[in-house]
Structures are given as C-alpha cells and as structure tokens.
C-alpha cells in the first residue's frame, strides 16, 4: 500500500487560508468516507482534526474543515493563526482493511 | 480523563525483539479498535498495524513492512493492548505510538498516547 500523496508544505499569511491536498487511489480514499487528518506540532503527538472526510471532533475550531471528491481529499484552514503551524497527515482506511497516511505537509505562518 | 500510556520501549539489537504495552484509562477499552502507528524520527508517520474488539473477533491486520515480525494483541481484563516486535531490522526505529478507534463504522484516531522509543541499533 503506498502512502498517500500530500504536498510537502504550504504557506499562508495570518488570516488567509490555505487548502492541503491528500491523493490517493480507488482502493483507499476513493472507496470510503474514512479519511481523517491530523495535526502535529514537534515534539508532540498527533492531534484528530478532522474524521470522517469532513467532522470535526469536539473541542477541534470550526476553521478546520475536510472535503473529498474522487481520489482527492482536502483540508482547510481558514483565518490562519500562528499556532498553525505545524505538520498535518491525512489518513484513509483501505479496501484491504488496513490503513494509510500522507507523508505529510509542513505548514508555514508568514 | 482519557488516557493512553505506552511502555516498553528501549534499545535492541538487530534481530532481536521487544514488546510494547498500551494502557488505557478514561473510557470503554473493550469496544475500542486499537491501533500502533510509528514516526521515524524527522518522517512521518506510518501505520503499523491494528487489533480490533470482540466483537469483531479481535481481528489484527499489519503494514506489510512488518507482517510476519509483529503481533498486536490485547487482554480488555487490563485495558491494555501490546504489541510483540520479532526480528527487528534497524529501519524499525521510531517512536511508537498507540491510539484508537472509539467505535465501529467511523474512521479518526482520537485519543494517541505519548509514545515510546524504540532503537534497533548493535
């Protein structure tokens, strides 16, 4: 199973917003409305930001919000704060019962 | 408050083997699936393998980089879940990570521990 395709990074000034990008194939972001996306600042753990393509857990800011079409899910972070910045991987449950992550986008608040 | 505590992490020589513990308070373990997911240090992450409930059989599936190496397994009498690393390569290293599915037919890994570290180095 290959890992998803995200772009390496991305960059925004505060307050704008930005879209990452997670591809994968037909057997694993296209088959179900199982991706989720997470956040993760050095050091630390990976935080859930998104499940279900586009639910946000409870307590996660209503600036963060999931999409898919086809193959393609994405992320968006609107109104772009500092604390930002930070990795995040897209996730998808596959066809063959396993699971697979994007190999990751470092974002970057100008 | 919801709670997972990895353990069992260290150094090891190639081909040896370690086992990791998983320990989970704050919330109904025994209907959780759970999952180990590992990040080499500076990539990302990359998903080990996973055992589900009873009732889904405690089914168990692995990455195919360590199908056949690792076993996943858990006693809901502990809360615990572990995972049995055989054959240990040096690519292996990582910090380990167990986290979990809250529940059938959803998919976002919402409660992550800490991690442990492993080291497979002579």
């Known amino acids: 199973q290959s890992a998803l395709t995200q772009p390496a990074s991305v960059s925004g000034s505060p307050g704008q917003s930005i879209t990452i990008s997670c591809t994968g194939t037909s057997s694993d972001v296209g088959v179900y409305n199982y991706v989720s996306w997470y956040q993760q600042h050095p050091g630390k753990a990976p935080k859930l930001m998104i499940y279900d393509v586009s639910n946000r857990p409870s307590g996660v800011s209503n600036r963060f919000s999931g999409s898919k079409s086809g193959n393609t899910a994405s992320l968006t972070i609107s109104g772009l704060q500092a604390e930002d910045e930070a990795d995040y991987y897209c996730s998808s449950y596959t066809s063959s019962s396993t699971v697979v992550f994007g190999g990751g986008t470092k974002l970057t608040v100008l | 408050e919801v709670q997972l505590v990895e353990s069992g992490g260290g150094l090891v020589q190639p081909g040896g083997s370690l086992k990791l513990s998983c320990a989970a308070s704050g919330f109904t373990f025994s209907v959780s699936a759970m999952h180990w997911v590992r990040q080499a240090s500076g990539k990302g992450l990359e998903w080990v393998g996973r055992i589900r409930s009873k009732a889904n059989s405690y089914a168990t599936a692995y990455a195919a980089s360590v199908k056949g190496r690792f076993t996943i397994s858990r006693d809901d009498s502990k809360n615990t879940a572990y995972l049995q690393m055989n054959s240990l390569k040096t690519e292996d290293t990582a910090v380990y990570y167990c986290?979990?599915?809250?529940?059938?037919?959803?998919?976002?890994?919402?409660?992550w521990g800490q991690g442990t570290t492993v080291t497979v180095s002579s």
């Open positions: 986290t979990r599915l809250p529940r059938d037919y959803t998919y976002g890994m919402d409660v």
